[in-house]
């Protein structure tokens, strides 16, 4: 698995077509997040946005490789390893890209009254939850299960947007839990956004690799 991260990963690179989702990102972070903000609320952005953001990287990972080149790495590997390789590359694109942006919202936010450990920690976690969400609409909004790049780019965009307004999405109740602790002074963990999360990605990687496996 580590050969075909590395595979997955030189692929993106070399691509370059993770720069759109990025910066994209980025730019949504540097608008939303101003200084003296209140950090739980900078925090709660940053996790936002990282759920179109992971959407799209997923999309990108399991498109880049050309047919032909993907059917002999499936024939060598396995569909399934692939195609696990391929959203697990994904994820930890947006991960390094979370972890950065949630940095910037630590240094610059307004701690007054919550603990810098206590804030960090819930925002690793309502980051974690929110790319796993993320991860999650890309793996079922992309091949094999969704093949047409036009319905795969509006699928991804209407699941991450219901991703973040569903009150049952557990990036919503990571992104929830952030912002009501701006109110409060009280900075609570995610843990069941996160446990959510989880089972959601586990659950939308397995349907898509399986997918992979009967297609190939």
């Not at 608008?31 to 709660?44: C, E, K, M, Q």
């Not at 603990?115 to 993320?134: E, I, N, R, S």
Request: aromatic share 2%; glycine share 10%.
């Amino acid at each position: 698995m580590t050969a075909l991260l590395r595979y997955h990963g030189a692929l993106l690179m070399r691509s370059q077509r993770w720069l759109a989702p990025l910066i994209t990102y980025a730019a949504f972070v540097a608008v939303g997040i101003r200084p003296g903000d209140p950090v739980s609320d900078s925090l709660g952005l940053v996790a936002a946005g990282l759920v179109p953001a992971a959407a799209w990287l997923v999309r990108i990972c399991v498109t880049v490789e050309p047919d032909a080149a993907r059917a002999c790495t499936a024939a060598a590997a396995g569909p399934v390893r692939v195609h696990a390789a391929a959203l697990l590359t994904a994820s930890t694109g947006a991960l390094l890209a979370g972890a950065a942006a949630a940095a910037v919202a630590l240094l610059t936010g307004d701690r007054y009254g919550v603990a810098p450990g206590t804030a960090a920690l819930a925002g690793a976690l309502a980051v974690v939850a929110c790319v796993l969400t993320g991860a999650a609409v890309g793996a079922l909004c992309s091949r094999p299960l969704v093949r047409r790049r036009g319905h795969g780019i509006l699928a991804a965009t209407l699941g991450s947007l219901l991703a973040l307004v569903l009150a049952a999405s557990p990036a919503r109740g990571a992104v929830s839990a952030l912002v009501a602790a701006g109110r409060s002074g009280t900075v609570p963990l995610p843990l069941t956004a996160l446990a959510g999360a989880l089972l959601l990605a586990a659950g939308a990687g397995t349907t898509a690799c399986l997918a992979a496996a009967r297609r190939t």
